[in-house]
RNA sequence: GUCCCCAUCGUCUAGAGGCCUAGGACACCUCCCUUUCACGGAGGCGACCGGGGUUCGAAUCCCCGUGGGGACGCCA
């Protein structure tokens, strides 16, 4: 049998880092074993879905690079077989037409509540051999119920968690149709995974509970029963749970951020799921070793620590042809524009020498930018390493530049000869260069940076500073 | 309240009864490298929630606590 798996979000928002995971496991499993991955969008709740979130589901899938084989479906459109599949279960007698009110069963959760019960339906409009229901009410629109069986465990062996067992009584005749006739969650998922020949359900473990519920109706319309496997969910930094008012983010936003997807997604890939010791794995890889059974069933939290590791990893290996578009982009953004009025230094070569201390790439591109705008310069490290000893010294240094071999090494040199000529130590003349050149005390090699600058520019700089200083 | 799930360093995790004096990674600390800051290298700190069983032997199995989370919608 081919592996069909799915991911199924609600188009109530953007895809978050959870919300990845899941798309991500899924997208994985069925990678792994040469099955198909399938996207549905579950925008039954015409009040909450928005055509705006489907495209930022597609966007965020998009930028991870998750492609689905089947899809998107959309459950709206699949609407005249839903209520198909309604009119059968009406005519097997496993739906019945449920006449009670909003408020009625509000007041039966509430009064089953105060009682220390769990709130569920009555079945009060259950059909039952010998049983009288209610007269049916004028002027209220029913609602199809499923009956679910009354007794007997549901079990099943959750691909992460192991055995779950839950009794029928805990469960009550679910809506399966609204009162204007639309079909609701539980039973569009139960259908569609039915028909779309889903194999493994990959979820989160929020809809634990929705399993037997849906088993029990996979069971009433005589269809296998898929594997499922729920994934914990993800925690913020801080330990608390991720909602829209806290902590929860769009994957978009990480590309925004700075981060690279290859190093979101091996983050993603590593939360909640081992294979040993790895930490750092291609896609190839992943999908080579991802299984379910090490997946683990505990909540994980998220560590933005971790990711920047893997992010600055992933910068250091990054197509440098790649980089610069990306950068280039970044730094225009911040009207920082890599054409300047001299010649600005390649951009790759810029990046190159710079990748390794970066986190993200806007660390990359902030890092970077004074060599295609003129810095600002940290008049506080001024102070500590420009005094007034050095000036004659870079001064000296400023004449020697112009005839310059315009070389790393040959600049290196220099700076080792006046090093030399004045008893002095590198830094000595190094930082004070660093301070002109960059506006701060921080760069890679200032040999380095001043061959990437150029021989025009870094006199001019040096310049400007001794004159407006 | 009822049901379900979870529980190893600060964090992510390895661990399927002896390989565990509990391993790796991030973070942190120290040292080395060094031209500042990073990168890199070498070390270090640091955990089996508690209590009972089972067993020759338990982080691993069972039970009970405790703590955390989730679900109980004409939302998904």
């Known amino acids: 049998m081919t592996i069909r798996t799915r991911f199924a979000p609600s188009p109530t928002g953007f895809l978050h880092i959870g919300g990845a995971r899941t798309a991500l496991f899924s997208w994985a499993y069925a990678r792994k074993h040469a099955g198909q991955f399938i996207l549905r969008i579950e925008d039954t709740d015409v009040a909450r879905s928005t055509p705006e979130a489907v495209q930022a589901i597609l966007d965020g899938m998009k930028w991870l690079g998750l492609d689905w084989d089947e899809g998107p479906f959309y459950q709206m459109q699949r609407m ?13 007698g496993t739906a019945y037409y449920c006449y009670s009110s909003k408020e009625e069963l509000e007041a039966l959760r509430e009064s089953q509540m105060q009682q220390g019960l769990k709130p569920r339906y009555d079945g009060r409009w259950r059909p039952e051999a010998g049983k009288s229901l209610p007269p049916v009410p004028e002027g209220i629109p029913p609602v199809i119920r ?44 139960v259908v569609d995974d039915w028909e779309m020949g889903i194999t493994q359900v990959i979820r989160g473990d929020d809809h634990v509970n929705n399993t037997p519920r849906q088993i029990n109706m996979l069971h009433a319309l005589g269809a296998d029963i898929p594997q499922y496997a729920h994934l914990s969910m993800i925690l913020g930094n801080d330990g608390q749970k991720l909602s829209k008012r806290h902590g929860a983010v769009s994957v978009m936003q990480y590309d925004e951020d700075g981060y690279l997807p290859e190093a979101v997604l091996n983050y993603l890939a590593r939360l909640g799921w081992s294979h040993g010791d790895d930490e750092i794995f291609s896609m190839d890889q992943f999908c080579a070793w991802f299984d379910l059974d090490h997946i683990t069933p505990s909540a994980a939290q998220f560590n933005t620590e971790k990711l920047n590791w893997l992010n600055s990893h992933y910068i250091k290996q990054a197509d440098l042809a790649y980089l610069a578009g990306d950068i280039t982009k970044r730094l225009a953004s911040k009207s920082v524009f ?32 004074y060599f295609y705008k003129m810095p600002e310069i940290d008049e506080a490290a001024a102070t500590k390493h420009i005094t007034a000893d050095i000036l004659p010294v870079i001064k000296t240094m400023t004449e020697q530049l112009a005839g310059l071999d315009w070389s790393v090494e040959a600049i ?22 660093r301070v002109m050149l960059t506006g701060n005390a921080q760069s890679p090699s200032i040999d380095a940076v001043m061959y990437l600058l150029g021989r025009d520019e870094a006199i001019s700089r040096i310049e400007k500073f001794t004159d407006s200083h």
């Not at 499923?146 to 009584?169: A, C, H, L, R, Y």
């Open 80 to 92: 005249d077989r839903y209520k198909e599949v309604i009119q059968k279960l009406l005519n097997d």
């Open 146 to 189: 499923f009956k679910n069986p009354q007794t007997g465990i549901v079990s099943w062996q959750d691909m992460v968690k192991g055995e779950i067992n839950i009794s029928n009584e805990e469960l009550d005749d679910l809506i399966i149709a609204r009162a204007d006739g639309t079909p609701t969650y539980n039973f569009c998922v």
């Open 338 to 369: 890599v054409d300047m009025d001299y010649s600005a230094p390649d951009l790759q070569k810029v990046i190159d020498l710079y990748r390794d201390r970066a986190n993200t790439l806007n660390e990359l591109a902030d890092s970077i930018a």
């Open 412 to 433: 290196h040199a220099l700076i080792n000869q006046l090093v030399t000529e004045n008893g002095l130590k590198f830094p000595k003349i190094a930082m004070p260069l």
